[in-house]
Each structure stands twice: as structure tokens, then as C-alpha cells.
């Protein structure tokens, strides 16, 4: 061979080298001619692809000569991966890697760099992982090829043992690779390596800032910060930009505004993203005015941006200022500048918040009507608020255009799949999980919890809820979707029956499965026994959080005595416990039930301004009015409106009915007409129906029928309630035919109607319409009534004959009702909705539940003391007008509680002025 030969076999070592000799074809040939057509030297896969240009003639050249025990050696490696690259098929080169490890070839460095980029394009993880460990020194090119399949945790440790120094880009990637796994420790290692190796910049430093922020590390994040301040680097808009994001992130809204306030006043200009950083910090710590001072200072400044609107917008939904959204709306427009799908989405979560379907459509029409195609997410907030209010026809329509517009994901299918359930479409529940498998969407767990919720929604049969349970995979979540339907509809050993299936099918028990059992046992059981439940959770080793207190206050609500809520009170101290605001509006509700508004008053102010949420004021103003005391709501809503709260449906409801308990229903009419261009809230039909009860108290049922919505259930039942309060025969039956059309069920209706027939001595109608209610086999609900005395719910039904004191309350009946005559007490037949004999009316009157409760009262309490009574329908007014004679005549203060308010009789008079 000749010397030029032996140079250029030895040249073909390098890759490059090796392609210019491919193209010297004379060269070759005459290589060729000296070593032989039968040799298979690296020559003679050179001479055939020159002459072929065949990649695959290669390879089977390359077999060929295994099997005939030729072993490849570097050059024909070089030349075959060299070749494969060229031909833009990697997938070859990597295909030889199991023999070069076999055969421990050790390849030159740059065909050895030709592998890791074949690796990278077929982002085969294993191989490069291979190569990699392989422990040859790379640039920092090849580590960020590499960075793009391999776990940055190889990448770092390779660095550090290969002691290579990384270039920006490299740098900014591994950043970028930390934030995205969400690895603290790994963020973490990078910066120790990254810190003996490079001298940082501000860069750097920024990036590292950011980084550590997305990942939550406050420590790291204020360590960096100062350690660029220290190392005497100017800052620039960008450092505190990162810096100012890095600390509202981690709720450090003090040095974040800090620095905002800092790097103006040495001159820095802060740019858009600055002031959407600074507005959107201000807007979730609801500091509502700040974010408007800031806002009006970056339009003084410079253009304002979409961003920056969405910015504002944002913190308006945050804080609840919704007649302020709109009003930045109209200066949106007014300016020019388009809404983005930010801002359609933020209008779409403000009114989902509300529970506002109407406008969401309508902000879902718009976004379509700007060119903005919605989103996957965007269309499934839609789906989610029609699930809400049970639309499975518009759910549908959605669903279909999504199907149009092929998008839609997991989350699409789970709530399809739960409307169909609740609406027993159990072959479309099937069919959609076909196609979550054909789309490999799942079905997941999620699912077929969304499945069985669905389910348990719509059905009170125990054997169907039980096979859709059976026959799922389930995990905790599965189980507690169970338990909850059993404390709904069934009876509490049955509850503590599931329980003990839970643990032989060794899922165990957490503390939202007790809180779940605590809940229904606080609808159904006694106080005592929800204390026995509490006590069973603890001794299995679960410490009660904040909704198990929460449903202990609730429990303690309904039981009347308001003992049991400062027991509940005194427990949470014991276990350290602090009274935060949701444990506030769960005391204030707690004790509003229990006859006390004054104490549910001291909580309300107890409540920092600050710390008061949505319900606690709304709360607050529900007490109110339920007591009558109306000119304490018309001043928490008054504060509210002096303190810049958000006004919500839920607190124009609660004045509403304020106004409505006092008999005020201009007032009423007046919030009505407003509401929706003083505070952008549209009136729903619940609104409407207290304008119609407000009417009808004030015996204006004639102007009540104009406002009722002919399908709507609850203005029906509200007007019929009125007409029972002022012997509306007339109206009352057309009432009840409503009523009857929209639900055939509804005992109500019947009995209302039954009563203004007795009170007008229409009998034979009265005992026609009962008869039809029985015959129809609706089970009418008979009025019953409570008193707590030393712990003990004492419940009475009418004429009852069961509680033991029965005898001693009778003759106390007959002592109060003689002593009440002699000071010019006289009953009211009236009330006596019987076709029963005229001296038979006295004693009925007598017998009515909320008088057993309160003779029992008088025999079994001190003298003088408060009476707390509760009764499940309203009160009758003979039995009012009694009660107002007995507090005076017995020097007792009585708090009766109906169905809609609180009475408090005091020296013969109630707050209600006789209005009840």
C-alpha cells in the first residue's frame, strides 16, 4: 500500500476527512485496484457509495462481512455512522451502538458526537443515557443536545465530574429543565455546581431568582436577591421585573411593592410587564385601591396594554368588584383595545363565581363574535356551570361543537360522562368511555367518581346506587362518595355499617370520611350522639380539621341549644384551635340559629375588617332580618359599600329579605329595579320571589301575581304562602294548580290550601282537596316543635300524646289559659282550620305543637328566664298572640323561631309588631 493510501485510511478516522475522500472518486479507485474487490476494508464501503449511494447496500455489506468473522474496527464505524447522519437517518447509526459496546470499540470524538446527536433526533434515552456515561469529555454544545432527552440530574453530575464550564444557553436550559420537573433539590444542586464553575451575571442571577420563585423556595429566592445586590452589579428593569415577581409569588406583597417603589425612585422606568407584575400582586392581595392608583399612574405613563387590563380585570373578579369590571370594560372599549382570550376567560370565571349562566353565554358568544376561538378550558367552564344547573340539553349542543372542532380532553368527558349518569343516559355513560379509550383519555379514577356522583345525584334506590358502586374500580374518594349518599337517604347504623365494609376492604379511614359521617349524623341524631361520632374519630388516631369543626358548629346550630355551641368553642381551644374567619361565619351562623343574634353580633365584630369574606358579611345581614332587626343589615351593607367590599347577589338577597320581614316592600322593589345598573348583578328568581313574598306580606297579591315566572316553582309556593297569610282563596288555587303542574309531589301546596279553605269555612272544599292529596299518595308533613331544656330536645307534634310530660303540660295548659282570659286574653278561632264543634276549637288551639313547647318551658325552666322555641312551619296566630300574653303575664322573655323568622316576645309585644 502506498504511503498516500495509508494516509488516507488513516484520515478516514475523521469524519470530515472521510467525506472529502468519498468524493475523490479517482483517489478511491485506485485504492480500490491495490487492496482488492474482495477485501472488506473501509475502501470498499467507500467505493460502494460512490458508486451507489446506497445506505442500505452499506448496512448489508456491513452484515455480510460479520458473519464472515471480519471484525468492523473505528474506521468502518466512522465511515457507517458518518454516512447514515449524511443521509439523514440516524435511526442506522444507533443501530450499530450494541456492537461497538460489544466489540469495545472506542470510537474518535467527534463520530462519538454524531451518535449523541443520533440519539437526541430519535430521542432514544437509553442510548444517549449510555453514551453519556461512557465519561467523555463533551462541549457544552453536545450537554445541551444531550439536555433535551436525559434527566438534567445526569446532565449536572457529568458536568461536575467532566469539570466542564457551561456556556449561557446551557445554563438557561438546565434552569428552564428545573422549573419544568418542579425540583427543588435538583435547582438546588445546580446552583452549588453552577456557583464553582461561572462568575454570575445579572443574567444569571435573574434567572436563578425566577427560578427558585416558580418552585417556592423563599429562602433560595431572598439568598439570591441579596447576593446580587451585594456583588455591586447595577440593576436593571428586568432584575427587578424577576424580583418583584419572585416575592408577590411567594406572598411577600410588602417587599414586593417595595421594590416597585425602589426601582422607581432610582430612576428606573418600569416597563409593561413591570406594571402587569406590580398590577396583578396588588389585585390578589386585594388591595383594590392600590391597584387603581397604579393603574391610573402607568396611563399617565405610557399606553396601556391588553395585559394590563387583564391585569385589573383580574384583581376586580379577586376581590369581587363586579360593577367595577364592567366599568373598566367600557374603558377597554372606549380606548381601542381588543379583549384577548384573557380577558374573555376572566369574565367567565368572575360570572361562573357567580353562578351566572345568562352571562356567561353572553360572554361566550361574544368571545366567538371577536374571532376568538374558544379554548378546551373555556369550553369546559361552560360545561361545568350547565352541569351545575342540570342543562344536559346545552351540555350537549357543546359537547357537539367541540366534537366539530375536534378538541376537548379528560375533563370534557368526565363531566359529560356526569350529567348523563345523573340523568340515567347510562348507554351514553358507556359510550362516551369508549371513546375516552379510543382517544386514550382514560377513563381514569376521576371518572368513575364523576360516574358514581352523577348517580347518587339523581337516585334514592339503594340497589341501583349500590351496583353502580360495585361495579367500578374505586379508590377513597369512590368510597366517600357513598358513604355520603347513605347519611343522605338512609339511617345512621346503616352509615356505621359502611364504615366497617370500608376497613374489611382495607381502606382506611381518614378524617374527611368522619367529617362525612359527622355531617349526617348532625342532620339525624341527637347532640350527644354527634358527640359520641366526634369522640370515635378521635380515639382512631384523626385529628379534626377546619370542616370538622365547621360541621360541629353546624350540628350545634340545629340543635337549638346554645350550650352545645360553646361546648364546640371550648373544644376547639382545647385542641389550639384559632377562630379564622371560616370558623367565624360558622359561629355567627351557629349562634343566629340558637336564638342568639346578639352573640352572632360580638363575632361579627371580633372579624377584622380585612379578614371578612363574602359570607361573613352576608351572614351577618341574613341574622338581621331574620330577627327583624332591620336597621343593623341596612348597616353592615352600608359599611360594606363605605369599605369598598364587593357587592354580591348574596348580600342583596339578605337585605332584601330584611326589608321584607319589616314589611318595607318599596324598599325591596328598589334594590329589585337597581341591582343591576348600580352593581351589575342581574336579579335571578330568587330575587323576584322575595319582591313577591315582600307583596304578599303587605297583602298585595294582585301586584305579587305580576312578578311570578310562570314555570318557576319557588314564586308559586311564595305567593301561595301569601295567600295563606291573608285567606286568598281565589289566587290560592290557581297557586296550587302551579304548584301541582310543576311538582305533583309537593305536599305544601295542599296543605296551604286546605288551611285558607278551613279559615274561610269552606270545609267541603278543604276535604276535597285533601282527599286529592291522598289519593294521590303524597305524604303530607305535619307541623312540629322543639324546646331544649338542660341538653334534651323535648319535641311535641300536635295533640301529641308520647312525651311523658304530656299530663303536667295540660293542666299547665288549663292554668295559663285561664290566668291568660282574666287579663283579656280570647282565642281566635279563626285559626282553627277544622270542621270540628265551637267548643271543641278552644282546646284544639291548645294542643298546637308550639304550646306544648312552651308550657313545658314554663314548667321546667327558672323563673324569668329565657324560652327558645323552634317550630318546622310558620306560627299560627292565635298560638302568636298567646305567647306575646304569656311573656308578659310570666315576665319571660320568648324567642320563637317558624319557618321563616325569629319572633321575640317581651312584655307583651313582639318585635314582629303582629305582622308575622
Known amino acids: 500500500m502506498t504511503p498516500q493510501n495509508k494516509r488516507m485510511m488513516l484520515q478516514l478516522a475523521n469524519p470530515r476527512q472521510a467525506i472529502s475522500h468519498i468524493h475523490n472518486s479517482q483517489r478511491v479507485r485506485r485504492y480500490a485496484k491495490e487492496v482488492g474487490s474482495n477485501s472488506f476494508g473501509p475502501d470498499r464501503f467507500l467505493r460502494l457509495w460512490n458508486e451507489k449511494k446506497d445506505l442500505s447496500a452499506l448496512f448489508t455489506l456491513y452484515d455480510t462481512m460479520k458473519k464472515a468473522d471480519e471484525k468492523p474496527n473505528e474506521s468502518h464505524f466512522s465511515i457507517l455512522i458518518t454516512l447514515s447522519n449524511k443521509a439523514n437517518q440516524p435511526s442506522k447509526s444507533l443501530s450499530l451502538w450494541k456492537d461497538i459496546e460489544e466489540m469495545d470499540v472506542e470510537l474518535p470524538q467527534n463520530v462519538f458526537w454524531s451518535l449523541i446527536n443520533a440519539s437526541v433526533k430519535e430521542k432514544n434515552q437509553a442510548i444517549a443515557s449510555q453514551l453519556l456515561a461512557k465519561g467523555k469529555p463533551l462541549d457544552p454544545i453536545a450537554y445541551t443536545q444531550l439536555l433535551k432527552i436525559v434527566h438534567p440530574h445526569q446532565i449536572i453530575a457529568a458536568m461536575e465530574k467532566d469539570k466542564v464550564i457551561p456556556d449561557k444557553p446551557l445554563v438557561l436550559l438546565l434552569i428552564r429543565s428545573c422549573i419544568n420537573l418542579g425540583n427543588l433539590q435538583l435547582a438546588q444542586q445546580l446552583d452549588a455546581m453552577l456557583r464553582g464553575k461561572i462568575k454570575f451575571d445579572i443574567v444569571t442571577y435573574t434567572a436563578m431568582m425566577n427560578l427558585f420563585s416558580e418552585l417556592g423556595s423563599s429562602a433560595d429566592v431572598v439568598r439570591t436577591f441579596h447576593e446580587m445586590r451585594s456583588s455591586g452589579m447595577q440593576l436593571d428593569v428586568p432584575a427587578y421585573n424577576s424580583a418583584i415577581k419572585a416575592f408577590g409569588a411567594l406572598k411577600r406583597f410588602d417587599e414586593s411593592k417595595a421594590l416597585f417603589d425602589e426601582m422607581k425612585s432610582i430612576g428606573l422606568k418600569p416597563n409593561d410587564v413591570t406594571w402587569i407584575i406590580h398590577l396583578s400582586i396588588l389585585g390578589e392581595l386585594n388591595d383594590v385601591s392600590s391597584m387603581e392608583s397604579a393603574f391610573n399612574e402607568a396611563k399617565n405613563t405610557g399606553k396601556l396594554t391588553g395585559p394590563m387590563f387583564n391585569a385589573v380585570l383580574s384583581g376586580y373578579r379577586q376581590s369581587g368588584h363586579i360593577d367595577r369590571m364592567h366599568r373598566l370594560l367600557d374603558e377597554m372599549k372606549k380606548m381601542n383595545v381588543n379583549p384577548s382570550e384573557i380577558t374573555f376567560s376572566i369574565l367567565l370565571s368572575t360570572y361562573r363565581k357567580m353562578g351566572s349562566l345568562s352571562q356567561m353565554e353572553d360572554v361566550f358568544n361574544q368571545m366567538k363574535h371577536a374571532g376568538i376561538s374558544p379554548t378546551t378550558t373555556s369550553y369546559n367552564i361552560m360545561l361545568d356551570q350547565c352541569d351545575k344547573a342540570k342543562d344536559g340539553q346545552r351540555m350537549k349542543s357543546l359537547f357537539q361543537e367541540m366534537t366539530r372542532l375536534r378538541i376537548g380532553d379528560e375533563v370534557t368527558y368526565n363531566l359529560m360522562i356526569h350529567r348523563h349518569a345523573a340523568d340515567g343516559e347510562m348507554s351514553r355513560v358507556d359510550d362516551l368511555m369508549k371513546e375516552m379509550k379510543l382517544k386514550h383519555l382514560g377513563p381514569v379514577q376521576q371518572t368513575y367518581n364523576m360516574f358514581l356522583q352523577g348517580v347518587v345525584e339523581s337516585c334514592v334506590d339503594l340497589d341501583k346506587v349500590r351496583s353502580a358502586f360495585d361495579k367500578i374500580p374505586k379508590d377513597l374518594v369512590t368510597y366517600h362518595i357513598f358513604l355520603g349518599w347513605l347519611g343522605k337517604n338512609r339511617s345512621v347504623e346503616e352509615v356505621k355499617e359502611f364504615l366497617v365494609q370500608m376497613t374489611d376492604d382495607k381502606m382506611e379511614h381518614s378524617t374527611r370520611t368522619w367529617n362525612i359521617v359527622l355531617s349526617c349524623v348532625g342532620e339525624k341524631s341527637t347532640w350527644n350522639v354527634v358527640l359520641d361520632v366526634f369522640k370515635e374519630m378521635i380515639d382512631e388516631g384523626h385529628d379534626p380539621d377546619q370542616f370538622t369543626w365547621a360541621t360541629l358548629l353546624a350540628a350545634a346550630g340545629s340543635s337549638g341549644d346554645v350550650n352545645n355551641v360553646h361546648d364546640v368553642v371550648n373544644r376547639m381551644k382545647s385542641f389550639g384551635v384559632e377562630t379564622l374567619t371560616s370558623l367565624s361565619n360558622g359561629l355567627m351562623n351557629a349562634f343566629g340559629r340558637c336564638g342568639c343574634w346578639e352573640e352572632a353580633e360580638q363575632i361579627f365584630d371580633q372579624v377584622p375588617i380585612a379578614e371578612r369574606d363574602s359570607f361573613t358579611w352576608s351572614t351577618m345581614i341574613s341574622i338581621f332580618g331574620k330577627y327583624r332587626e332591620v336597621d343593623k343589615a341596612v348597616a353592615v351593607f352600608d359599611e360594606m359599600i363605605r369599605t369598598n367590599q364587593p357587592i354580591e347577589s348574596i348580600h342583596l338577597l339578605s337585605l332584601m329579605h330584611a326589608y321584607s320581614h319589616a314589611l318595607q316592600p318599596d324598599r325591596v322593589l328598589e334594590i329589585w329595579r337597581t341591582m343591576s345598573e348600580r352593581f351589575r348583578i342581574e336579579p335571578n328568581e330568587k330575587h323576584v320571589a322575595v319582591v313577591i313574598d315582600a307583596l304578599g306580606r303587605t297583602n298585595q297579591i294582585e301586584e305579587a301575581r305580576k312578578y311570578v315566572q310562570e314555570d318557576c316553582l319557588i314564586h308559586w309556593i311564595t305567593l301561595l304562602g301569601a295567600c295563606r297569610l291573608n285567606s286568598n282563596v281565589t289566587m290560592g288555587e290557581i297557586a296550587r294548580q302551579n304548584i301541582h303542574r310543576l311538582d305533583p309531589s309537593n305536599a305544601s301546596a295542599y296543605i296551604m290550601m286546605a288551611n285558607i279553605q278551613g279559615e274561610l269555612g269552606e270545609f267541603e272544599d278543604q276535604k276535597l282537596t285533601l282527599q286529592t292529596m291522598k289519593d294521590q299518595r303524597i305524604e303530607r308533613r305535619f307541623g312540629v316543635s322543639w324546646i331544649m331544656i338542660d341538653g334534651v330536645k323535648n319535641q311535641f307534634d300536635p295533640h301529641d300524646t308520647n312525651h311523658p310530660a304530656v299530663p303536667e303540660i295540660r293542666d299547665k295548659a288549663k292554668e295559663v289559659l285561664q290566668f291568660s282570659k282574666q287579663h283579656g286574653y280570647k282565642p281566635n278561632f279563626k285559626w282553627v282550620s277544622k270542621n270540628i264543634p265551637e267548643d271543641k276549637k278552644e282546646q284544639d288551639l291548645c294542643e298546637h305543637s308550639e304550646r306544648y313547647a312552651l308550657y313545658l318551658g314554663l314548667l321546667k325552666t ?46 307583651g309585644k313582639c318585635n314582629c309588631g303582629g305582622n308575622f
Open 862 to 907: 327558672p323563673p324569668k328566664s329565657r324560652l327558645t322555641v323552634f317550630k318546622n312551619l310558620r306560627v299560627c296566630g292565635d298560638c302568636h298572640e298567646h305567647t306575646a300574653v304569656i311573656s308578659k303575664l310570666y315576665d319571660r322573655e320568648i324567642r320563637l323561631r317558624d319557618t321563616a323568622v325569629w319572633h321575640i316576645f317581651k312584655d
